[in-house]
Nanobody, 125 residues
Framework: QLQLVESGGGLVQPGGSLKLSCAAS????????MGWFRQAPGKEREFVAT????????YYADSVKGRFTFSRDNAKNTVYLQMNNLRPEDTAVYYC??????????????????WGQGTQVTVTS
């Protein structure tokens, strides 16, 4: 069974940066398509980014493209979301997820099999 644990959230001012981590145990992350999602109060869970099994390329939501970077460290069995130039509208609980499906990328949350517990990101002045 794959287990995912996020960390790195916090409070940051607009324009600031945070780096979220998602550490895996139980199985190797390179066997999965990985995703980051977020959910703000009163809103549905929203796609942020997805990373191919190879770890060589990622696909981003338009709202974060050019500001966020999805990466993986195979030695640590951990994925990261580097978030730069943060905006108040980025405030949400951020979740990492893993899918055992056969496609390169998944943007729908229902196509993911494993989820972390989430980490809060708050962007405010």
């Amino acid at each position: 069974q794959l287990q995912l644990v996020e960390s790195g959230g916090g409070l940051v001012q607009p324009g600031g940066s945070l780096k979220l981590s998602c550490a895996a145990s139980g199985r190797t992350l390179s066997n999965y398509v990985m995703g980051w999602f977020r959910q703000a109060p009163g809103k549905e869970r929203e796609f942020v980014a997805t990373l191919r099994r190879s770890g060589t390329s990622a696909y981003y939501a338009d709202s974060v493209k050019g500001r966020f970077t999805f990466s993986r460290d195979n030695a640590k069995n951990t994925v990261y979301l580097q978030m730069n130039n943060l905006r108040p509208e980025d405030t949400a609980v951020y979740y990492c997820a893993a899918s055992g499906g056969n496609s390169d990328y998944y943007t729908r949350p229902d196509l993911y099999d494993y989820w972390g517990q989430g980490t809060q990101v708050t962007v405010t002045s």
